[in-house]
């Protein structure tokens, strides 16, 4: 079983700062692509910010050039370095990953997500 525990949402002001980090563990073989998407109420979800495990990355627009995603394949995590935050970013921001398990099967998973609030 796999499973993504997401960390570091939270309350923050118009212009500051968030880090989001997403680990994954169970029975991993190993990790193709991870990513960040998010849902604001009455959206759909959208995609933020995706990395292979070579480290290449890709953006939505709304967000490049304020946010970078990074990996750790060592640790079998994913983090979102939010800056320059605007009240449009407010949403429930979830971690998504490619796993290949000890049963040779890759599927998606996702984490449980984390909201992120920013204020005028």
């Known amino acids: 079983q796999v499973q993504l525990v997401e960390s570091g949402g939270g309350l923050v002001q118009a212009g500051g700062s968030l880090r989001l980090s997403c680990q994954a563990s169970?029975?991993?073989?190993?990790?193709?692509?991870m990513g960040w998407y998010r849902q604001a109420p009455g959206k759909e979800r959208e995609l933020v910010a995706t990395?292979?495990?070579?480290?290449?990355?890709n953006y939505a627009d709304s967000v490049k050039g304020r946010f970078t995603i990074s990996r750790d394949n060592a640790k079998n995590t994913v983090y979102l370095q939010m800056n320059s935050l605007e009240p449009e970013d407010t949403a429930i921001y979830y971690c998504?990953?490619?796993?290949?398990?000890?049963?040779?099967?890759?599927?998606?998973?996702w984490g449980q997500g984390t909201q992120v609030t920013v204020s005028s």
């Open positions: 998504n990953a490619r796993i290949w398990t000890t049963t040779l099967a890759s599927q998606p998973y």
């Open positions: 990395i292979t495990r070579s480290h290449i990355t």
């Open positions: 169970g029975n991993i073989l190993s990790i193709d692509a």
